[in-house]
T-cell receptor, first 112, second 112 residues
Framework: SQQGEEDPQALSIQEGENATMNCSYKTSINNLQWYRQNSGRGLVHLILIRSNEREKHSGRLRVTLDTSKKSSSLLITASRAADTSSYFC????????????FGSGTRLLVRP | DGGITQSPKYLFRKEGQNVTLSCEQNLNHDAMYWYRQDPGQGLRLIYYSQIVNDFQKGDIAEGYSVSREKKESFPLTVTSAQKNPTAFYLCASMGRTNEKLFFGSGTQLSVL
């Protein structure tokens, strides 16, 4: 399975600080995506980075991808209480770009 | 209003009973997915379908069945063979490969 593993499992920071979450995966990929999920809800897409990209930005989000290490990181700058959520990475596989596998997630708490 | 609709929001299953979870999308997406989420865990792929009349097993397909007779609909049946069905079930769709997933709001299934 190419399932990603994320660390840390849980992260607690003060509002205004930066939050960094990491994702590792096992097999070759075409792209890697990050999602967030509020408790009891569906997931919301944040950002997609392709295997030939090394870094991507979207607002306060910065994603990096290192295919040689099979890892990615999500950085949220200047965090807000509203960023409190669970964050998941998802990878496809080189054998099927339709088969999307999710990691175990990082639970982020941003304290006001 | 385009999106994915899952119903019901809460569902209870009796011992030995089959139950069916509904997932409908009006996004004109070809690909649809079913994931299972246990408390505090990541998402695990049950089944996915790239196109009408075709579907593939995910990592935990045992005890589940699906059909894809219409582009808009991808119902999931939790059979009596699934001995531990209590979980949060999420349906998603994707327009084309290498794009993001759109998620429904989920169905919480519990065993009586």
């Amino acid at each position: 399975s190419q399932q990603g593993e994320e660390d840390p499992q849980a992260l607690s920071i003060q509002e205004g600080e930066n939050a960094t979450m990491n994702c590792s995966y096992k097999t070759s990929i075409n792209n890697l995506q990050w999602y967030r999920q509020n408790s009891g809800r569906g997931l919301v897409h944040l950002i997609l980075i392709r295997s030939n990209e090394r870094e991507k930005h979207s607002g306060r989000l910065r994603v990096t991808l290192d295919t040689s290490k099979k890892s990615s990181s999500l950085l949220i700058t200047a965090s807000r209480a509203a960023d409190t959520s669970s964050y998941f990475c998802a990878t496809d596989g080189s054998d099927s770009s339709y088969k999307l596998i999710f990691g175990s997630g990082t639970r982020l708490l941003v304290r006001p | 209003d385009g999106g994915i609709t899952q119903s019901p929001k809460y569902l209870f299953r009796k011992e030995g009973q089959n139950v069916t979870l509904s997932c409908e999308q009006n996004l004109n997406h070809d690909a649809m997915y079913w994931y299972r989420q246990d408390p505090g865990q990541g998402l695990r792929l049950i089944y996915y379908s790239q196109i009408v009349n075709d579907f593939q097993k995910g990592d935990i397909a045992e005890g589940y069945s699906v059909s894809r007779e219409k582009k808009e609909s991808f119902p999931l049946t939790v059979t009596s063979a699934q001995k531990n069905p209590t979980a949060f079930y999420l349906c998603a769709s994707m327009g084309r490969t290498n794009e993001k997933l759109f998620f429904g709001s989920g169905t919480q299934l519990s065993v009586l």
